[in-house]
């Protein structure tokens, strides 16, 4: 059965740092991956999504991703955090045999300090 | 404007008492999903619903939970007799085709309490 870990539960990082959030995969076929961020009290919103060709893949708000077969990582990164990135973000895979559902992982907490 | 409106946007109920989350999509696609979140927790499939049947549904969704397009634009969620454990926050989402296509385009969700 397909899953998605995301081995971080809460990250802190300064405003201005670097961001790297981890999420792995387990999905015996070609996996579609997604990264989506949610603020407090919202829905969830599309950050990027991979599907097939260049394994690095841009989003919205400058986050980009690098798809890794071998390491069945779909980690996502930012060069530059900006408190309104401060947010709960999610990693989820996307299945079509069968049925149709998008499995998430737990979610990683994203605190930004001054 | 949100792809995906929902109502309502919070529900208090007795426990074992019926409720019914709405969704409505501002365009007419096919494929629509319900998810939950229980508070601080993950977001977990419950059942995908396509071309008026249900594709796929969790093993959270038991015979307590009901999806149907009565009108062929809302698109509901009944849980038959509520637990506490069903308090969690519902989101209703789309796609243009299946998951695997594109981004699901969520609503800002139903909370559902259960007293």
């Known amino acids: 059965a397909q899953s998605v870990t995301q081995p971080d539960i809460h990250i802190t990082v300064s405003e201005g740092a670097s961001l790297e959030l981890r999420c792995n995969y387990s999905y015996g076929a070609t996996p579609y991956l997604f990264w989506y961020v949610q603020s407090p009290g919202q829905g969830l919103q599309l950050l990027l999504k991979y599907f097939s060709g260049d394994t690095l893949v841009q989003g919205i708000k400058g986050f980009e991703a690098e798809f890794k077969r071998s390491q069945s990582s779909f980690n996502l990164r930012k060069p530059s955090v900006h408190w309104s990135d401060a947010a709960e973000y999610f990693c989820a895979v996307a299945t079509n045999t069968g049925g149709f559902k998008t499995i998430f992982g737990a979610g990683t907490r994203l605190f930004v300090k001054a | 404007e949100p792809e995906v409106t929902q109502t309502p946007s919070h529900q208090v109920t007795q426990m074992g008492q019926e409720v019914i989350l709405r969704c409505v999509p501002i365009?007419?696609?096919?494929?629509f999903y319900w998810y939950r979140q229980i508070l601080g927790q993950k977001v977990e499939f419950l059942v995908s619903f396509y071309n008026n049947e249900i594709s796929e549904k969790s093993e959270i969704f038991d015979d307590q939970f009901s999806v149907e397009r009565p009108d062929g634009s809302n698109f509901t969620l009944k849980i038959r007799s509520t637990k506490l454990e069903d308090s969690a926050m519902y989101f209703c989402?789309?796609?243009?085709?299946?998951?695997?296509?594109?981004?699901?385009?969520f609503g800002e969700g139903s909370r559902l309490t259960v007293l």
């Open positions: 989402a789309r796609t243009k085709a299946g998951p695997a296509s594109g981004e699901l385009f």
């Open positions: 365009s007419n696609h096919l494929y």
